[in-house]
């Protein structure tokens, strides 16, 4: 959201910047293709860049990181072909000398129905033929200029051509045209989601060891910034933190997650390694890429749940599936190493981590089974609203059953639909009774 638009900044507006930004590049591009055409010495004009008034996502973007005209053509260039790809079709003029397109335009040759503009476009768009200018101009690319850094313009080189297609992640376009940081959802591309959650942090029950663990991660979210720019630390570690939360399923490790992000105001995604690393074969790069991207930007809180596949012996393997998940692997490990939020990751079996992994966390936080007392309180938390009836002990269901809070919300569910479906106006002890039951065949157990 942005807090500091002017009342009546409609999305539209936000959209109309772009869409002007758009137009104006247009033009350019008419003009220097007519230059160009004339075979003219007279110098080249740029037609001036519109006006970008502060309150809108572009116009913001622009006057914080300070882009001159050039730099926002390169941006517009790359915005282009994701919302009006049209505007770069005079770029497919063939040159009938050689009836092929003219290479002065660069253009990537993958390319289907829509020219995509490459860092030659730009070039040639900046300073037509002119090779001083266009090494002047070189400097717009480097990787720590604002326009990548800050506008997130991407250069990427594909085999075999090598020709460096100039882009812009689609969330960034989101974002400039409706103003404000999308929660990218809506993508089935998107191997992560949201977690949120009703529970607060006075529901979590846990040991009062992991308690202090957990303030301890909060206490690093509320004051890194303390710790790494007043008090110098910046040199020796960055922002990244990674936790390995471990423990038997059901145990709260995933609610601890959301719950973490809850408190801090910090958006949690979950990514679901089992998904990625499968499913996404050959698209999980570019995939999980833009997870770690988003999250350094958003400065959200990352996930992983089901982690085990990055655990344990990385062993030498036969398919060419394996081994290509392994790629995958140790890409991942390498951008969890880089991120520089808070990672977690989560996984059932302390044992399958082997020592030199647990080294590498900043927290590993075990999760085990409630005690007696604490399934009491996961009991009476859990049946605070529900009308109960005299029959029912909790202390002794705490006592009797070795449930984790998972299985007791499940206990419950299935007591609720119980008592209901019996008629009965309140939850009695026979329905508790039949969905432990229940529960412990589901889990393979018997009561
Ligand atoms: N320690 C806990 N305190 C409070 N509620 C809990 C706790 N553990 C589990 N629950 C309840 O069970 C639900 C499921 O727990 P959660 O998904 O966090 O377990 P998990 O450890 O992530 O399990 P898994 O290993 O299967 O992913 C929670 O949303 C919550 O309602
Ligand atoms: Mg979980």
């Given at each position: 959201?942005?807090?500091?638009?002017?009342p009546?900044?409609?999305?539209?507006?936000?959209?109309?910047?772009?869409?002007?930004?758009?137009?104006?590049l247009?033009q350019?591009?008419?003009?220097?293709?007519?230059?160009?055409?004339d075979?003219?010495?007279?110098?080249?004009?740029?037609?001036?860049?519109?006006?970008?008034?502060?309150?809108?996502?572009?116009?913001d973007?622009?006057a914080?990181?300070?882009?001159?005209?050039?730099?926002?053509?390169?941006l517009?260039?790359a915005?282009?072909?994701?919302?009006?790809?049209?505007v770069?079709?005079?770029?497919?003029?063939?040159?009938?000398?050689?009836?092929?397109?003219?290479?002065?335009?660069g253009?990537?040759?993958?390319a289907?129905?829509?020219?995509?503009?490459?860092?030659?476009t730009?070039?040639?768009?900046?300073?037509?033929t002119?090779t001083?200018a266009r090494?002047?101009?070189?400097?717009?690319?480097?990787?720590?200029?604002?326009?990548?850094v800050?506008?997130?313009v991407?250069?990427?080189?594909?085999?075999?051509?090598?020709v460096?297609?100039?882009?812009?992640p689609?969330?960034?376009v989101?974002?400039?045209?409706?103003?404000?940081?999308?929660?990218?959802?809506?993508?089935?591309?998107?191997?992560?989601?949201?977690?949120?959650?009703k529970?607060?942090?006075?529901?979590?029950?846990?040991?009062a060891?992991?308690?202090d663990?957990?303030?301890?991660?909060?206490?690093?979210?509320?004051?890194?910034?303390?710790?790494?720019?007043?008090?110098?630390?910046?040199?020796?570690?960055?922002?990244?933190?990674?936790a390995?939360f471990?423990?038997p399923?059901?145990?709260?490790?995933t609610?601890?997650?959301?719950?973490?992000?809850?408190r801090?105001?910090?958006?949690?995604?979950?990514?679901d390694?089992s998904?990625?690393?499968?499913?996404?074969?050959?698209?999980?790069?570019?995939?999980?890429?833009?997870?770690?991207?988003?999250?350094?930007?958003?400065?959200?809180?990352?996930?992983?749940?089901?982690?085990?596949?990055?655990?344990?012996?990385?062993t030498a393997?036969?398919?060419?599936?394996?081994?290509?998940?392994?790629?995958?692997?140790?890409y991942?490990?390498?951008?969890?190493e880089?991120?520089?939020?808070?990672?977690?990751?989560?996984?059932n079996?302390?044992?399958?981590?082997d020592?030199?992994?647990?080294?590498?966390?900043?927290?590993?936080?075990?999760?085990a089974?409630?005690?007696v007392?604490?399934?009491?309180q996961?009991w009476?938390?859990?049946?605070?609203?529900?009308?109960?009836?005299?029959d029912?002990?909790?202390?002794?269901?705490?006592?009797?059953h070795?449930?984790s809070?998972?299985?007791?919300t499940?206990?419950?569910r299935?007591?609720?639909?119980?008592?209901?479906?019996?008629?009965?106006?309140?939850?009695?002890?026979?329905?508790?009774k039949?969905a432990?039951?229940?529960?412990?065949?589901?889990?393979?157990?018997?009561?």
């Amino acid at each position: 959201m942005n807090d500091s638009s002017p009342p009546g900044t409609a999305q539209a507006t936000h959209a109309d910047a772009v869409s002007h930004e758009i137009r104006w590049l247009e033009q350019v591009i008419e003009a220097r293709l007519g230059h160009f055409f004339d075979g003219t010495t007279a110098p080249f004009t740029v037609p001036p860049a519109p006006e970008q008034p502060r309150g809108t996502a572009l116009g913001d973007l622009i006057a914080r990181t300070g882009m001159n005209a050039t730099a926002r053509l390169v941006l517009a260039l790359a915005v282009a072909p994701h919302v009006n790809s049209a505007v770069l079709d005079p770029f497919y003029v063939k040159n009938s000398a050689i009836d092929r397109a003219f290479s002065q335009f660069g253009g990537h040759p993958d390319a289907g129905t829509a020219f995509v503009p490459s860092v030659e476009t730009a070039l040639f768009l900046i300073a037509g033929t002119d090779t001083a200018a266009r090494i002047a101009a070189m400097r717009l690319f480097e990787p720590d200029n604002p326009l990548r850094v800050s506008a997130g313009v991407t250069l990427t080189q594909t085999p075999p051509s090598h020709v460096s297609r100039l882009d812009i992640p689609v969330h960034r376009v989101v974002a400039l045209c409706d103003g404000k940081p999308p929660r990218p959802d809506f993508s089935p591309n998107f191997p992560a989601r949201r977690l949120t959650t009703k529970l607060g942090w006075e529901d979590l029950i846990l040991p009062a060891g992991v308690r202090d663990q957990l303030q301890h991660i909060l206490a690093w979210l509320e004051n890194r910034d303390t710790i790494l720019q007043d008090w110098g630390l910046e040199r020796q570690f960055g922002r990244g933190y990674k936790a390995l939360f471990y423990g038997p399923p059901g145990t709260g490790k995933t609610l601890t997650a959301t719950l973490l992000g809850q408190r801090t105001g910090l958006d949690v995604y979950r990514v679901d390694l089992s998904m990625v690393v499968s499913k996404y074969i050959g698209e999980t790069e570019k995939n999980l890429g833009l997870i770690f991207d988003m999250a350094a930007e958003r400065d959200w809180i990352l996930f992983f749940d089901e982690a085990d596949a990055l655990f344990g012996t990385r062993t030498a393997t036969a398919s060419s599936n394996d081994r290509h998940a392994n790629q995958e692997v140790s890409y991942l490990l390498q951008r969890i190493e880089e991120c520089q939020s808070l990672v977690i990751l989560a996984s059932n079996l302390r044992s399958n981590i082997d020592d030199a992994f647990f080294r590498r966390f900043q927290s590993a936080i075990g999760f085990a089974r409630p005690t007696v007392p604490e399934r009491l309180q996961l009991w009476q938390n859990t049946l605070s609203g529900v009308p109960v009836a005299e029959d029912i002990d909790l202390r002794a269901l705490a006592r009797t059953h070795d449930l984790s809070g998972a299985a007791i919300t499940n206990v419950v569910r299935h007591a609720a639909v119980g008592a209901l479906r019996r008629g009965a106006s309140s939850v009695a002890a026979e329905d508790i009774k039949s969905a432990v039951t229940a529960e412990m065949r589901k889990e393979g157990r018997t009561s």
